[in-house]
Nanobody, 115 residues
Framework: QVQLVESGGGLVQPGGSLRLSCAVSENIFSFYFMGWYRQAPGKQRELVAAITSGDSTNYADSVKGRFTISRDNAKNTVHLQMNSLKPEDTAVYYC?????????WGQGTQVTVSS
């Protein structure tokens, strides 16, 4: 089973920044899609940002211009840099990886944006 481990969440004030990391147990070039999702209490899980094996990226409209997804193939890690955070960004953030034969999720990391 592919293992994904998120880290970097925490409590931050509005306008602040956090950098999330997702460490993957396999070479990330095996995955044609890697993404960050988030889920707030009582809401559906939503795609926040995605990156393909070709480094094409997509972002939810709500985070465009504020969040940046990137990958470090040498370290088998994908990152989500989150700037100008807003209270509505508060959620559990999950890493997701899709290969030809699997779809895997991490355990999630809590991000709380509050003053």
């Amino acid at each position: 089973q592919v293992q994904l481990v998120e880290s970097g969440g925490g409590l931050v004030q509005p306008g602040g920044s956090l950098r999330l990391s997702c460490a993957v147990s396999e070479n990330i070039f095996s995955f044609y899609f890697m993404g960050w999702y988030r889920q707030a209490p009582g809401k559906q899980r939503e795609l926040v940002a995605a990156i393909t094996s070709g480094d094409s990226t997509n972002y939810a409209d709500s985070v465009k211009g504020r969040f940046t997804i990137s990958r470090d193939n040498a370290k088998n890690t994908v990152h989500l840099q989150m700037n100008s955070l807003k209270p509505e960004d508060t959620a559990v953030y999950y890493c997701n990886a899709i290969s030809a034969i699997s779809k895997s999720w991490g355990q999630g990391t809590q991000v709380t944006v509050s003053s």
